[in-house]
């Protein structure tokens, strides 16, 4: 299974960007996608995961942040809007397929004030 993460960068806060994350290498089986942060000097913590129709979210971006994702494409995304400065870290998406848990090789965004 590899990852493909894009759509990092800079964007103002209260502005508006989208994350994609392409999984190649996965089959049919129903398997749980989601996105992860890491901000200087922290530890790698959940944003948003979705698996069956169901989505999970971190406390800190509910209801600003959407998850979906498009299974004939293998695509997870990441709408945010409203994002703060606090936001800005590495964001990693993920896949638990199988056994395995499979991460891409992150994507910077940059929240400016």
């Known amino acids: 299974v590899q990852l493909q993460a894009s759509g990092g960068g800079l964007v103002q806060a209260g502005g508006s960007l989208r994350l994609s994350c392409v999984a190649s290498?996965?089959?049919?089986?129903?398997?749980?996608m989601g996105w992860y942060r890491q901000a200087p000097g922290k530890q790698r913590e959940l944003v948003a995961t979705?698996?069956?129709?169901?989505?999970n979210y971190a406390d800190s971006v509910k209801g600003r942040f959407t998850i979906s994702r498009d299974n004939v494409k293998n695509t997870v995304y990441l709408q945010m809007d409203s994002p703060k400065p606090e936001d800005t870290a590495i964001y990693y998406c993920?896949?638990?397929?199988?056994?395995?848990?499979?991460w891409g090789q992150g994507t910077l965004v940059t929240v400016s004030s």
């Open positions: 979705i698996h069956g129709g169901r989505s």
């Open positions: 993920n896949v638990k397929y199988g056994p395995g848990d499979y």
């Open positions: 290498g996965v089959g049919f089986s129903p398997y749980q």
